[in-house]
């Protein structure tokens, strides 16, 4: 009898990134994990995806947020602090099967990886200056002509870099494309609302300006 769905057994991911849909919601009382059992059963196939030369990249929620909940995120952390949160986790399991042992290892190093593919500063002109501007200060960018402006609380500046090169290049997690030639920073967004003609847009924190969300990234914010 053949089988219906594929297993991995059959697809090669040497050198492939493998998103892998998780289910992390451990049960927790009193800030402890008091059942590790799903920990411990993805534990396997991650293990073998990267035995195998795959990059495992987990896609997982904690809880039922209702759009976007900055406390119920899981948020891609530096190698340190994973490594902390891995000691946290030993410590309230007690004891770790081998391959649990194994994944926290490798996921602590993938982390770490991760974390420094993503632009952790942009070097833009201003006037005849160039600045060095950290990622966390951007509220904004937007397409303008053969440039891009870069927003911050203290003005505006330009890069050559595209919205695509920049989609690829920063933490997903802490920009979102609302529109085809705009990035916005959501530890920026104050408020979702509609005009009288019912465009979607986002007013930022101490800001007048308002950003227009296309159709095809309105789902984004939908339940706030």
């Not at 992390?24 to 293990?47: C, F, H, Q, S, Y």
């Not at 847009?201 to 309105?218: F, N, T």
């Amino acid at each position: 009898m053949s089988k219906s769905f594929r297993s991995l057994d059959d697809v090669d991911v040497k050198g492939k990134r493998v998103l892998l849909r998780v289910d992390l919601n451990v049960p927790m009382e009193n800030g402890r994990v008091t059942d590790a059992t799903r920990l411990e059963r993805v534990a396997p196939t991650i293990t073998e995806i990267s035995d195998k030369g795959g990059k495992v990249i987990l896609l997982a929620h904690f809880g039922r947020p209702r759009g976007p909940v900055p406390k119920d995120s899981l948020k891609p952390v530096a190698a340190a602090r994973l490594a902390t949160t891995v000691e946290r986790l030993k410590s309230r399991l007690g004891t770790t099967t081998p391959d649990l042992q194994r994944v926290l290892q490798q996921l602590a190093a993938g982390a770490g990886a991760a974390a420094q593919r993503h632009l952790q500063w942009i070097n833009a002109s201003r006037g005849s200056a160039v600045q060095l501007i950290t990622v966390q200060e951007i509220l904004y960018f937007r397409a303008d002509s053969k440039y891009t402006l870069v927003v911050t609380s203290d003005g505006e500046s330009l890069i050559r870099k595209t919205i695509k090169e920049l989609c690829d290049e920063l933490d997903p997690t802490m920009f979102w494309q609302i529109h085809r030639s705009s990035l916005v920073n959501v530890h920026a967004i104050d408020r979702v609302q509609r005009d009288s003609r019912g465009t979607m847009q986002l007013r930022l924190k101490g800001r007048d300006e308002a950003l227009s969300v296309s159709s095809q990234y309105q789902s984004l914010f939908r339940q706030m």
